[in-house]
Each structure stands twice: as structure tokens, then as C-alpha cells.
């Protein structure tokens, strides 16, 4: 069973950056035809998805268009551990943010607990 770790909780002022790590265990990161994603949830809004990596070796990425230029999500194998650089916050960005596992060939589905981030001056 595949369980993902989220940490790096904050508040931070807008303009600065945070770094939020997903530590995955019962599973590899390697692992092919598996999407790691970072969602986020604001209050009274749905979650969204604001980026993804594959896990095939060019390691394929995409962000929402809010956070490009911005965020940069990436993984290291030998920690089994991807993460979510998030540079130039604003207050939108205050969100619950949370690990995410999609198997895209059996389609399983795995989440965090989620972490919360907080932008504000």
C-alpha cells in the first residue's frame, strides 16, 4: 500500500518561497505508468490540480496555468521523494496543498494527508 508523507508547512509573505517535500513509502517512485502530483484546496473552492511529474526517465511535467513560472515540481528516486518548489507566493496561493499518486494503467489512486500553506503579509 502506497502511503505519501506531505511536509514543509508555512506562512510565508508574498514574494518569498517554500518548499513542500512528499515522501513516499510501500511503493517506488520509479515505478512505471505513475503520475506524482501536488493538488491544493482554498476554502470554498474545489481542489485543483497545480502539477504533475511522470515517472517514466524524462520525468514529464505540467502545471496549471497560474503557477507556471512559479512552481517547480520535481522527484529524486534514491529518496523516493518528490517535491514542490513555490517561488514568488501571493495570498492566493493559500491553500491545503496535498500529495498525489495516480497508476494510469491500474488506475489506482493514493493521497496525503495534505499541508497547510499560508501566504500573507
Known amino acids: 500500500q502506497v502511503q505519501l508523507q506531505e511536509s514543509g508547512p508555512g506562512l510565508v509573505k508574498p514574494s518569498q518561497t517554500l518548499s513542500l517535500t512528499c515522501t513516499v513509502s510501500?511503493?517506488?517512485?520509479?515505478?512505471?505508468?505513475?503520475?506524482w502530483s501536488w493538488y491544493r484546496q482554498a476554502p470554498g473552492k474545489e481542489r485543483e490540480l497545480v502539477a504533475a511529474?511522470?515517472?517514466?526517465?524524462?520525468?514529464?511535467?505540467n502545471y496549471v496555468d497560474s503557477v507556471k513560472g512559479r512552481f517547480i515540481i520535481s522527484r529524486d528516486n534514491a529518496e523516493n521523494t518528490v517535491y514542490l518548489q513555490m517561488n514568488s507566493l501571493k495570498p492566493e496561493d493559500t491553500a491545503v496543498y496535498y500529495c498525489?499518486?495516480?497508476?494510469?494503467?491500474?488506475?489506482?489512486?493514493?493521497w496525503g494527508q495534505g499541508t497547510q500553506v499560508t501566504v500573507s503579509s
Open positions: 498525489h499518486a495516480y497508476g494510469i494503467l491500474n488506475r489506482r489512486v493514493y
Open positions: 510501500g511503493g517506488s517512485i520509479t515505478t512505471s505508468y505513475y503520475a
Open positions: 511529474v511522470t515517472s517514466g526517465g524524462g520525468g514529464e511535467t
